[in-house]
């Protein structure tokens, strides 16, 4: 049985890009946590301002409700950028992988700059980074720099979670 994964990184990092990639790859189903944020939440970031973590507790509790549902196998993407978030969504689905995709500001800020229309205002990236808190050892998952192609990350991401498995049951 597959445990599901949270394609986890600042916004511009390529979550929904590699999550979707990644679900097709394993044949598992995907969703964004974009699609779950309340409009309230939608309003809040597209004027500019920062969700803080009382935004973010119906939202988070969607995400882990979608991954409780897909224990056998799915792919979200979503920031979980702080561990107290992870956390919340492992209360629903104790066996989630990470894959975090890392990038510098200045390589994450040129990506995010590409994608006009999106409602996360690039002003608001720098928080996203002192915001953000890495994967600790005692978290499944792995991270992954975001500066190559889709297909090097998925690759590099299968054969890390086939190496720390010894094999693949994807």
Request: aromatic share 6%.
């Amino acid at each position: 049985m597959a445990s599901p994964i949270v394609v986890m990184g600042v916004s511009g990092s390529g979550k929904s890009t590699v999550g979707a990639a990644l679900a097709q790859r394993l044949r598992a189903p995907f969703a964004d946590a974009d699609d779950f944020h309340p409009p309230a939440n939608i309003e809040k970031m597209t004027a500019g301002h920062a969700l803080n973590d009382d935004d973010r507790l119906p939202w988070l509790e969607s995400i882990g409700e979608w991954l409780a549902a897909h224990e056998g196998g799915g792919v979200m993407s979503c920031s979980a950028l702080k561990r107290k978030y992870r956390d919340q969504l492992r209360r629903h689905c104790a066996e989630i992988e990470f894959l975090h995709l890392e990038g510098t500001l200045e390589t994450i800020g040129r990506r995010q700059a590409s994608r006009p229309g999106h409602f996360m205002p690039a002003a608001l990236l720098a928080s996203q980074f002192e915001t953000l808190e890495p994967l600790e050892p005692d978290e499944r998952g792995v991270a992954i720099d975001v500066d190559q192609s889709i297909d090097s990350i998925i690759e590099s991401y299968i054969a890390t979670t086939v190496s720390d498995e010894g094999e693949d049951d994807r």
